[in-house]
């Protein structure tokens, strides 16, 4: 018999992207995208690689997918926080 000896899944305190965190976000910052099907530890990470404002002053992120750097996400910092998706991990948080 093996005996595994991990702690829960939740051990690294990842905080989900809300307006109290939102303003944590930094270049270099590291985002997993949650998934209903998928477990934590397969889910998307990915880079805040820049941030600006656009016309109307809205700030936005640019995110690039760390597995597939080719991929790459601008959302304005509202999107992220409606979407409810977005963890900022705790290893990376400012």
Known sequence: ??????????AHSDVK??????????????LLESSAVLPK????QWRVIKQFKDTNDTPHVVIQNLREPTYRKSLS??????????????????
């Open 41 to 44: 530890h397969r889910c998307a």
């Open 77 to 94: 910092l509202q999107g992220l926080v409606t979407a409810g998706k977005y963890e900022l991990q705790a290893s990376h948080a400012a």
């Open 1 to 10: 018999m093996f005996k595994f000896l991990t702690g829960p899944d939740d």
């Open 17 to 30: 992207i809300d307006k109290s965190s939102v303003d944590r976000l930094r270049v270099g910052s590291v």
